[in-house]
C-alpha cells in the first residue's frame, strides 16, 4: 500500500523504494529534520521573545534605581545579567555588598570550564541569579518568595517575564529601609 498518489514500490530486499529512487528511511530523517527545524525556530522565537521583555523591564527598573546612565545594558544578551547583579549590589547581604557581579562573573566562567565534569556547577549562575532576583522582586513585590519559586522551578525562565511585570511597579521598599541581612 503506498501513501502516496500514483507511486509504485519496488521491494528490494528489506528497503521499500518509491518510483524515483526515494525510499522510507530518507522520507523519515527529512520529517525529522524538518521537526527539528521547527522546534528549533519555536526556541528560537521563544528566547528572542524573552529577551525583549526582560531588556524592557530591566531598562525601566534600572531607570527608577538611579542607574539611567547604565541602563542600556539591559540590551546587550550577556550583559543584562550582570546589570541585574549590580542593580542589586547595595541590597544583598552585608558580606556580599559590591562583590556580587565579579561573584556572578566567576560563578560563569566556572561553569563553562568546569560543567563538563561536574555537572552540577552548571546550576551555580542560576543560583546566583535567583539570590539576586530575589532582592529585586523584594523591592517590586509584596510576595518576593513566590516569585523567586517560581524562578527557580521553571530554571530561570519566568524572570524575563517577571521583571516585565514589574516595570510599572514603584520600589516597596525604600533604599533606607533595607538592612540586607
Given at each position: 500500500?503506498?501513501?502516496?498518489?500514483?507511486?509504485?514500490?519496488?521491494?528490494?530486499?528489506?528497503?521499500?523504494?518509491?518510483?524515483?529512487?526515494?525510499?522510507?528511511?530518507?522520507?523519515?530523517?527529512?520529517?525529522?529534520?524538518?521537526?527539528?527545524?521547527?522546534?528549533?525556530?519555536?526556541?528560537?522565537?521563544?528566547?528572542?521573545?524573552?529577551?525583549?521583555?526582560?531588556?524592557?523591564?530591566?531598562?525601566?527598573?534600572?531607570?527608577?534605581?538611579?542607574?539611567?546612565?547604565i541602563a542600556?545594558?539591559?540590551?546587550?544578551?550577556?550583559v543584562?545579567?550582570?546589570?541585574?547583579?549590580?542593580?542589586?549590589?547595595?541590597?544583598?547581604?552585608?558580606g556580599?555588598?559590591?562583590?556580587?557581579?565579579l561573584?556572578?562573573?566567576?560563578?560563569?566562567?566556572?561553569?563553562?570550564?568546569?560543567?563538563?565534569?561536574?555537572p552540577?556547577?552548571?546550576?551555580?549562575?542560576?543560583?546566583?541569579l535567583?539570590?539576586?532576583?530575589?532582592f529585586?522582586?523584594?523591592?517590586y513585590?509584596?510576595?518576593?518568595?513566590?516569585?523567586?519559586?517560581i524562578?527557580?522551578?521553571?530554571?530561570?525562565?519566568?524572570?524575563?517575564i517577571?521583571?516585565?511585570?514589574?516595570?510599572?511597579?514603584?520600589?516597596?521598599?525604600?533604599?533606607?529601609?533595607?538592612?540586607?541581612?
Amino acid at each position: 500500500m503506498c501513501a502516496f498518489k500514483k507511486c509504485e514500490t519496488i521491494s528490494d530486499g528489506n528497503k521499500i523504494k518509491y518510483k524515483g529512487g526515494t525510499n522510507l528511511e530518507d522520507l523519515f530523517f527529512a520529517g525529522f529534520f524538518l521537526a527539528m527545524m521547527v522546534f528549533a525556530g519555536i526556541f528560537i522565537i521563544g528566547g528572542f521573545i524573552f529577551f525583549i521583555l526582560q531588556a524592557i523591564g530591566l531598562f525601566s527598573i534600572a531607570k527608577k534605581e538611579g542607574r539611567g546612565d547604565i541602563a542600556w545594558l539591559a540590551w546587550i544578551p550577556i550583559v543584562s545579567q550582570f546589570l541585574l547583579m549590580f542593580l542589586v549590589e547595595k541590597y544583598v547581604h552585608v558580606g556580599l555588598r559590591g562583590k556580587i557581579t565579579l561573584l556572578y562573573g566567576i560563578a560563569i566562567v566556572v561553569s563553562i570550564f568546569f560543567g563538563y565534569f561536574l555537572p552540577f556547577v552548571l546550576f551555580i549562575p542560576l543560583v546566583a541569579l535567583c539570590y539576586a532576583f530575589y532582592f529585586i522582586a523584594d523591592r517590586y513585590s509584596d510576595n518576593p518568595l513566590f516569585h523567586v519559586a517560581i524562578a527557580f522551578v521553571s530554571i530561570g525562565c519566568s524572570i524575563p517575564i517577571q521583571l516585565f511585570m514589574f516595570r510599572h511597579t514603584e520600589p516597596l521598599v525604600d533604599e533606607s529601609a533595607s538592612t540586607g541581612t
